[in-house]
């Protein structure tokens, strides 16, 4: 007689039953009193554990039969209910292996093998043996939908993943169905994300509507792919994987010269997103990124600017994006909004990070940063951009002589520099300081003269 997982008037069964029932009465209890019975949520809580124990208790007793090794999790010595191969060629059951590599190891628990990557590749064929030898011993599998890896993931969102991105190599309509709904589960579900670092294939099939494109791309398509990388690349463990997958950056850049205004917003904060691994700064530096990043800056439309001062701040912190940036025109894009009272504290940053750039420090005397940014900090009431704006006023100062009489009128006039000197924070005041001992040095030598 075949086996099966449930018989009705077990023990495990009988102890469900009365905890059901409880369950019931205290739910109607709770929900027909006007005022919250906190014993009664406690109590219902625990019967819910309960329950959970059970279930858990009735799916392994399940498996008591002797099954073939090659069906064992090396990890968890139990039958493999989800089994996957890692870069070894190795294959343990998921929710293990997840937590093995989350503790930080990166060797095979096996052949001690490091691993050149962690994505888990699903074993179809031992999964398949799996099925079919429960299948002739009659037991039935537990429903995949019940299992939670360490993600809170499911075999149905799994299942649900897979068939999305098949979707996304068939017809347009498919696609944007597709695009949409992986858009909205990687918005709405942090798990959901990780998912793509688990297969090799998952971003290439993502961004293949857009990259196979040698016409006009549906511009909603294009907005839910790009808006599905930026919600990938908020997860710390895709960075790497979504800037180094080919074709993505690239991908980027153009999403930031066309389709809809969203998308070039949201472009430019997957970008930043990206940037903050060092290594991926450099990528996004030499794939041209910065140039329509400043041009959609120059654009000064409200929905993306703040996403694209981010972006640009975070790239220019390696000197290389800073000499490309300037080479683009960052600092005449970026004086223009401060002059017109746009996001002035945010470019502000950008514009002390770009003065160590010889050439950024000409460009601003040449365009009348001196007398622009003496004004901010007689103006405003922000700490920190007044100590942007005096960082940058004293690398003008002593690069270009021409503009002390521009400081020592201000000097003279406001008392500005002085101010600052004494009010400002501890690194507006040396550089206050700095540029005062500069100005006066140079009457002195003036007067010897």
Request: proline share 2%; glycine share 4%; net charge positive.
């Given at each position: 007689m075949a086996k099966t997982g449930v018989v009705e008037g077990d023990p495990l069964t009988v102890k469900e039953m009365e905890l059901k029932r409880e369950l019931q009465r205290l739910v109607k209890a709770i929900l027909s009193q006007e005022e919250i019975n906190v014993d009664a949520i406690d109590k219902t809580q625990q019967i819910l554990l309960a329950l959970k124990e059970l279930k858990l208790k009735r799916r392994s007793s399940s498996f008591d039969l002797p099954f073939p090794e090659e069906f064992r999790c090396p990890l968890s010595k139990q039958l493999m209910r989800d089994p996957v191969m890692i870069a070894s060629g190795q294959t343990y059951d998921r929710p293990f292996i997840q937590k093995w590599?989350?503790?930080?190891?990166?060797?095979?628990?096996?052949?001690?093998?490091?691993?050149?990557?962690?994505?888990?590749?699903?074993?179809?064929?031992?999964?398949?043996?799996?099925?079919?030898?429960?299948?002739?011993?009659?037991?039935?599998?537990?429903?995949?939908?019940?299992?939670?890896?360490?993600?809170?993931?499911?075999?149905?969102?799994?299942?649900?993943?897979?068939?999305?991105?098949?979707?996304?190599?068939?017809?347009?309509?498919?696609?944007?169905?597709?695009?949409?709904?992986l858009r909205l589960l990687t918005k709405k579900m942090p798990s959901f994300r990780s998912l793509f670092g688990e297969s090799a294939d998952a971003i290439p099939q993502l961004v293949r509507p857009l990259s196979q494109s040698n016409s006009n791309v549906n511009p909603n398509l294009q907005e839910d792919i790009i808006t599905t990388l930026l919600n990938l690349s908020i997860h710390d463990n895709n960075k790497k994987l979504v800037a180094e997958t080919p074709k993505v950056i690239p991908l980027l850049v153009d999403a930031l010269r066309s389709g809809t205004i969203e998308t070039r917003s949201n472009a430019a904060a997957a970008l930043f997103t990206l940037s903050a691994l060092d290594s991926n700064k450099e990528l996004i530096g030499k794939s041209g990124a910065l140039k329509p990043l400043v041009e959609l800056l120059d654009e000064g439309n409200p929905v993306a600017m703040k996403d694209v001062a981010s972006a640009l701040f975070s790239l220019c912190i390696i000197q290389d994006n800073k000499a490309r940036a300037v080479r683009d025109g960052a600092v005449r894009a970026i004086l223009k909004k401060i002059m017109s009272n746009v996001h002035v504290d945010e470019l502000l940053a950008i514009?002390?990070?770009?003065?160590?750039?010889?050439?950024?420090?000409?460009?601003?005397?040449?365009?009348?940063?001196?007398?622009?940014?003496?004004?901010?900090?007689?103006?405003?009431?922000?700490?920190?951009?007044?100590?942007?704006?005096?960082?940058?006023?004293?690398?003008?100062?002593?690069?270009?002589?021409?503009?002390?009489?521009?400081l020592r009128d201000e000097e003279k006039t406001y008392?500005?520099?002085?101010?600052?000197?004494?009010?400002?924070?501890?690194?507006?005041?040396?550089?206050?300081?700095?540029?005062?001992?500069?100005?006066?040095?140079?009457?002195?030598?003036t007067h010897t003269a």
């Open positions: 590599l989350k503790a930080g190891n990166r060797m095979c628990p096996q052949t001690q093998q490091v691993l050149s990557h962690t994505i888990l590749t699903p074993n179809h064929l031992i999964r398949d043996m799996i099925s079919q030898w429960c299948k002739n011993n009659g037991i039935q599998m537990p429903d995949s939908v019940q299992f939670l890896n360490d993600e809170g993931l499911t075999e149905a969102d799994r299942d649900l993943f897979l068939s999305l991105l098949e979707k996304m190599s068939s017809t347009l309509s498919d696609q944007k169905v597709a695009a949409r709904e514009l002390a990070m770009l003065s160590n750039n010889q050439k950024a420090v000409e460009e601003m005397g040449d365009l009348g940063a001196v007398t622009c940014l003496l004004n901010i900090i007689r103006e405003t009431s922000c700490a920190r951009s007044k100590e942007n704006c005096i960082a940058v006023l004293y690398t003008i100062c002593y690069s270009d002589r021409t503009k002390w009489k521009t008392g500005t520099i002085s101010q600052l000197a004494q009010n400002g924070t501890a690194r507006a005041k040396r550089k206050a300081n700095g540029i005062l001992d500069r100005l006066n040095r140079a009457i002195n030598l």
